[in-house]
């Protein structure tokens, strides 16, 4: 397969990148200013030509409860010491399901972005850009200048980061069809932009991927003509690390990331001995055991290679043997199922409900769509890997206010029943296959809450969009952020301690990236660790991060100043 394939000469390191001007470059695709835009001024951030070294003090509290109720909140720091690498190196993508709409897409806007293709809609010229992108497409408040205003700057301009133009793209389908024929039949891009950008998809073809039928709804079979042959997965393995060491060569990459936007399978079931450790995984691969999915094959073959792998569907590709091996490789893995639209919607909306006061009593949620990922959900199987994903986006958030729910405790006490679950609103998800209607995705929701003096409320929501347009973007975010959390490293510095002296290694981040979780409708944490599924807690983290990296607090909605005299 021929990826899409830069000149060395015209990629670009670190922040050492012209500003990329013109009339017919969207500032969502423009490049970071030479030498970068942000400098730190202060003695906790130095910099030099391999990266920023900053001090941080992570602050928080500490809480417990005495013989009395009473809640004791005790202060806490931990000082640590960030190390950024700067120079961005050539990155590749690899996406197993590149010949789908998501993948096909991704290739074809980044091609747009790269060779500055316009094209005529009925609304007129329009341009390139990567909008519904949170790293290319939003901003965050750096502070403020001398007049007390807040100044924002591009989030992509916090830290060197590649640019998507930048990336080789490349990856596997279990369908052959041609990338050119691809983008035609997912039917997502208007058609003077598939005109002109089909000519640089021509020469493309996938890679072959690996199809088990057991795993994927029986009516993708007509699909699967683009196999690695056989039924020997250690076979299959072998052959995709292959593939990953082949395109990182071929390509003269630095690094290459993973990432599945292929169909959903159906959850695998855990068994005791076959995928719970490491060790029970390989050997389960290696004796070809029916439990063992494709995405997790995948997984598997990308953390073996030391690339970072991000899962895109709601499935449970990261079994717990899974995840045991990315910590013992100090691999980075990231999923789970891309949070694109209804499901953002609602952890906006519920956390805003109960942050009021206000007690949503039931979230019922209904979609229909056309394309394939919608085919592949009308099998009941695939379906409920979907619909575990979407239920659980708004546990924490109703965990949170025990004003409002009843906690597990106090249920079984009014009950006389054990109930290991507080209460919870009802929740249904319902997803149909309506083809007439293609890549756009229709989604109805309805909230029906409790008021004041047993009120009622019902707000419905009709959501209408691209559902690939609304994927794409968050496919470079995960992209651009996964390189970047690779180049991070920290050591934490014992009170008092010089960060200049001190001599203790850097270490790299928790094999799991949670900080992805905003672009993610399931989250994966460290196994023991809370669920954020909180959409402001999210986004919130991801700012507080980026600024670390740079020894900045974060920014305080206080506004002290203008509160005192």
């Given at each position: 397969?021929?990826?899409?394939a830069?000149?060395?000469?015209d ?19 423009r490049r970071?200013p ?15 030509d ?21 809640l004791?909140?005790?202060k806490?720091?931990?000082?640590f010491?960030?190390?950024t ?8 993508l690899?996406?197993?399901?590149l ?7 991704v290739?074809?806007?980044q091609l747009a972005?790269?060779h500055r ?19 290319r497409?939003?901003?965050?408040n750096?502070?403020?200048d ?6 924002h700057?591009?989030?992509s301009?916090?830290l060197p ?8 793209i490349?990856?596997w389908d ?10 035609g ?5 208007d ?7 089909k ?8 890679l ?7 795993f ?21 393995l072998?052959h995709?690390?292959?593939d990953?060491r082949?395109f ?10 993973v990432l599945?936007?292929a ?6 079931d ?6 719970d450790?490491?060790?029970?995984l390989l ?6 055991h029916?439990?063992?999915?494709p ?11 030391g690339a970072p792998f ?6 449970n ?8 091996l990315?910590?013992?490789h ?6 789970d199922d891309f ?13 805003f409900?109960?942050?009021?006061g ?8 209904y979609?229909h769509?056309?394309n ?11 379906f ?5 994903s ?10 949170a206010?025990?004003l409002?729910y009843?906690t ?12 290991k679950?507080?209460e ?8 149909k ?15 029906y ?5 047993g ?5 419905n ?5 691209e ?12 992209t651009?952020l996964?390189?970047?959390l ?6 934490e ?7 200049r ?10 094999s799991v ?13 460290k196994p023991?660790?809370?669920?954020v599924?909180s959409?402001?807690?999210q ?6 991060f980026?600024?670390?990296?740079l020894?900045l607090?974060?920014g ?10």
């Open positions: 397969m021929a990826p899409t830069l000149d060395i000469k990629h670009h390191d670190s922040f050492s990148l012209p500003t990329t001007g013109g009339a017919d470059v969207h500032p969502t695709a970071s030479e030498g970068g835009l942000i400098r730190v001024d202060a003695e906790s951030t130095r910099y030099s391999e990266g920023i070294k900053a001090v941080y003090t992570d602050r928080g509290a500490s809480v417990e409860k005495d013989a009395n109720g009473q004791m909140v005790t806490t720091e931990r000082s010491e960030f190390f690498k700067t120079k961005v190196g050539r990155v590749g690899m996406l197993v399901g010949g789908g709409n998501n993948g096909s897409t290739l074809a806007t972005n790269k293709i316009s094209w005529q809609t009925k609304a007129g010229m329009q341009v390139p850009n990567y909008i519904g992108s949170l790293v497409a939003s901003t965050i750096l502070g403020t001398a007049s007390g205003k807040s100044v700057v591009p989030i301009d916090m980061m590649v640019h998507p133009n930048d990336l080789v490349g990856g279990i369908s052959g069809v041609p990338m050119d024929k691809a983008l039949r997912a039917q997502v891009l058609y003077d932009l598939q005109r002109q950008v000519p640089y998809m021509s020469g493309m073809k996938p072959p991927s690996i199809y088990y039928p057991d994927i709804a029986a009516n993708q079979a007509d699909r699967a003509d683009n196999l690695i042959p056989g039924d020997d997965k250690q076979a299959h072998d995709l690390r292959a990953i082949t990182k060569a071929d390509n003269s990459l630095d690094k290459v990331i599945w936007t169909n959903t399978e159906r959850y695998a855990i068994i005791s001995g076959v995928n450790t490491a060790a029970n050997a389960s691969i290696k004796a070809s029916d439990e063992i999915s995405s997790t094959i995948f997984a598997v073959a990308a953390i073996l290679e991000i899962n895109g569907s709601p499935q590709t990261f079994v717990p043997g899974c995840i045991e990315a910590e013992q100090r691999a980075f893995i990231g999923g949070k694109s639209g209804q499901t953002k919607v609602k952890s906006v909306l519920a956390e409900l109960v942050n009021a206000i007690k949503p009593l039931s979230i019922s949620s979609n769509l056309g394939n990922d919608g085919k592949n959900l009308s099998s009941q199987r695939q409920r890997s979907k619909e575990i979407k239920s659980s986006v708004v546990d924490d958030m109703v965990s206010n025990q409002l009843k597990a405790a106090e249920l079984t006490k009014d009950t006389g029943e054990v109930h679950k507080g919870h609103p009802d929740h249904i998800v319902v997803i296959h309506v083809p007439a209607v293609g890549d756009s995705k229709r989604a109805i929701d309805e909230y809450s409790e008021l004041f003096m009120g009622r409320n019902v707000l929501i009709f959501n209408e969009c559902d690939s347009l609304l994927a794409t973007p968050l496919i470079f975010d995960l651009i996964a390189d970047l690779t180049r991070v490293t920290y050591r510095l014992p009170a008092g301690a010089d960060a002296t001190h001599e203790a290694e850097f270490l790299p981040l928790y990236l949670s900080l992805l979780s905003y672009m993610l409708k399931a989250p994966l944490v023991g660790t809370d669920v599924n959409l402001a807690r986004r919130s983290a991801l700012d507080q980026l600024k670390a990296c020894g607090e974060h305080s909605d206080l506004l002290l100043d203008t509160r005192i005299w």
